[in-house]
């Protein structure tokens, strides 16, 4: 059904900018949209549905392209134990960190993982969220990712909300493969890529490239790897040393290298030559009190497109709220709120290659968007958590 939405005012996200349309009247049919453009310049026609939007400003439904959101467990008793001055290495050794995680995930049973994951994503979705990627990683063995990356799916296709599948085997070290990381990327490649692909469960393929994780030389076989399986790849790069991580992504035409607190200029100079986007965290750099800020010059200006992303994990990214990660952005990391209003639409559906459907509000793409109560649009990286009053629609159905 051909529906129209009038009495507003949008921000389209176009071009990466607000690039606003004041009095703007929005037509969709079935799941995209028809028509967008000023009152005024409405096409003459019937329009069996018209719903009123009060003077709301409207946006992009809003991407979140970086989470870890299915997990078993909970670190906030190391949260406690850090701001107590017991280091992260002491807490490793202890058993927990990461290996704790692993071993919650491996015990759930993929309802208790979907019912624990379901929550946290219906946070994001209060935020406007309507489209998320969601990575496996804390499984690292093949029934355990198997898992994982199931009920990824599962969300997907239970939730009104699109999902994104990302197959991140190669976060840690398992504990089976203690001093043996070279024989753990040769699992991966053999066996646990080639058969989650097979089964239709990944939608790219991720590695975390870190002098505490794997080596470039380890990653570009992942990336070889995913290649062979005609799959797109994403890194975790330059987060707490300089290995050129965001060159390598760049190199394999990566969809994105995500940090990059310590990436260089010439990093910057590859990403933009092949159109890698860069994806901030900003709540990792929050959480763990960094203070190495990427280097926003270089990337704006060798031009590389600048996502932003909650990173929800349960050790060093707890976020809900998508919108906080928008001022924590712009407070932490310097960018606008232009910019980061365009780094959580047009350039997170770049980075997970859905920018010829998502991530602005163009005639042909689908109609995801919010109709947000507020004065402007830096509103939404300007208040600090909340339950902004809005109307969601997804698919060109409004949403509860």
Request: proline residues 4%.
């Amino acid at each position: 059904m051909k529906t129209l939405w009038q009495n507003c005012h949008a921000a389209t996200m176009a071009q990466g900018a607000y690039s606003i349309i004041e009095d703007a009247a929005i037509v969709t049919q079935g799941e995209h949209i028809q028509w967008i453009g000023p009152r005024a310049e409405l096409p003459v026609g019937d329009y069996p549905a018209i719903n009123d939007l009060k003077g709301a400003w409207v946006t992009p439904g809003l991407i979140d392209c970086h989470t870890h959101a299915v997990f078993g467990g909970n670190r906030s008793g190391e949260f406690e134990q850090r701001l107590q001055g017991v280091s992260y290495a002491d807490i490793a050794a202890a058993g927990g960190g990461i290996a704790s995680t692993v071993r919650a995930t491996r015990a759930a049973s993929e309802d208790e993982l979907f019912a624990s994951a379901a929550k946290r994503l219906k946070s994001l979705m209060r935020d406007g969220v309507t489209t998320v990627e969601i990575k496996s990683g804390y499984g690292l063995d093949l029934p355990s990712e198997r898992k994982m990356l199931r009920v990824i799916r599962r969300l997907g296709a239970e939730l009104p909300v699109s999902v994104r599948s990302t197959c991140l085997a190669a976060h840690a070290l398992p504990p089976e493969y203690k001093d043996r990381a070279d024989d753990y990327i040769e699992h991966i490649c053999a066996e646990m890529l080639p058969a989650l692909a097979a089964e239709g469960l990944v939608d790219a393929v991720d590695a975390f490239c870190e002098y505490l994780a794997f080596s470039p030389e380890q990653v570009e076989r992942v990336f070889l790897t995913a290649q062979r399986l005609g799959l797109p790849v994403k890194l975790h790069a330059e987060q707490l040393s300089s290995l050129h991580g965001s060159s390598l992504a760049a190199r394999y035409q990566a969809l994105s290298a995500d940090h990059l607190e310590f990436m260089t200029e010439d990093d910057a100079k590859a990403m933009a030559e092949s159109g890698t986007v860069a994806v901030l965290l900003p709540g990792a750099f929050y959480f763990l009190r960094e203070t190495q800020l990427p280097p926003m010059d270089a990337l704006r200006k060798h031009g590389v497109k600048i996502a932003v992303a909650s990173d929800l994990n349960p050790g060093t990214s707890p976020a809900l709220s998508l919108r906080l990660m928008l001022n924590m952005a712009c407070t932490c990391l310097r960018l606008t709120p232009e910019e980061a209003l365009a780094g959580a639409t047009i350039h997170a559906a770049q980075a997970l290659g859905m920018a010829e459907t998502h991530g602005s509000l163009e005639a042909g793409k689908v109609a995801d968007f919010v109709a947000w109560h507020i004065d402007r649009p830096a509103d939404l990286s300007y208040w600090l958590g909340g339950d902004l009053e809005k109307r969601v629609v997804r698919h060109g159905v409004e949403i509860d």
